[in-house]
């Protein structure tokens, strides 16, 4: 395993909530990207956290929220779910941020949006 | 054009055959590549990273071709255990960790 975790494992929400996703790195890692993969497809770039700060942001709307703690644990928070949000939230760690460093991914969490 | 695009599959091929992938990026300022392997229902994990040099992991071959904007992954001798999709990915487009997955390549080996 990755040392990477995610909680939960599943959700269920309906359309207009709000929900909060958890994910801690592996330690010595400082940098957490969150990915959103929907079904039969890639993961997409959400957002990425380094030291604490937004460091990049794919093509999602601002109801697409994030953070980073000092322990450089990190949050995803989604407003306003829609039915299409449904998806495989993934994070990953990686050491420094480096564009040839691994990224280590945790087990996801499935949301699922009623 | 979608940024990173990969034969969807399935390839079903027996124990034993040679299979290759294939995947083309459009933005050439990507910086760096990789294959990522996922299984069913569980998360993504490092296969190899993709030099221009090309690499080599026992029975897998990566090669780049960046004028081309071309990755190839190459299996020999397929296991049972090889079945999996198999994500092409590029990085650093913007100068940030921002990896880009294709829509992954879905392998089925067969006794």
């Known amino acids: 395993e990755t040392g990477v975790t995610q909680s939960p494992t599943h959700l269920i929400k309906t359309r207009g909530q709000q929900v909060t996703l958890r994910c801690s790195s592996q330690s010595g890692h400082n940098t957490v990207s969150w990915y959103q993969q929907a079904l039969g497809q890639g993961p997409q770039f959400i957002f990425q956290?380094?030291?604490?700060?937004?460091?990049g942001r794919g093509n999602f709307p601002p109801r697409f929220s994030g953070l980073q703690f000092p322990n450089y644990s990190s949050e995803l928070n989604v407003n306003a779910l829609e039915l299409d949000d449904s998806a495989l939230y993934l994070c990953a760690s990686s050491t420094s941020g480096g564009v040839w460093d691994e990224q280590f991914f945790g087990p996801g969490t499935r949301l699922t949006v009623l | 054009r979608k940024e990173v695009e990969q034969d969807p599959g399935p390839f079903n091929v027996p124990e034993g055959a040679t299979v290759a992938f294939n995947c083309t990026y459009s933005?050439?300022?990507?910086?760096?590549f990789f294959w990522y392997r996922q299984d069913c229902r569980k998360e993504p994990k490092l296969l190899m990273s993709?030099?221009?040099s090309g690499n080599e992991d026992g029975r897998f071959t990566a090669q780049l071709n960046r004028a081309s904007q071309y990755i190839s992954l190459l299996i020999r001798d397929s296991k049972l255990s090889d079945s999996a999709t198999y994500l092409c990915?590029?990085?650093?487009?913007?100068?940030?960790?921002?990896?880009?997955f294709g829509a992954g390549t879905r392998l089925t080996v067969k006794p």
């Open positions: 993709v030099y221009s």
């Open positions: 990915v590029v990085n650093g487009i913007s100068n940030n960790n921002d990896m880009r």
């Open positions: 933005n050439s300022a990507s910086q760096s």
């Open positions: 956290y380094y030291r604490e700060e937004e460091n």
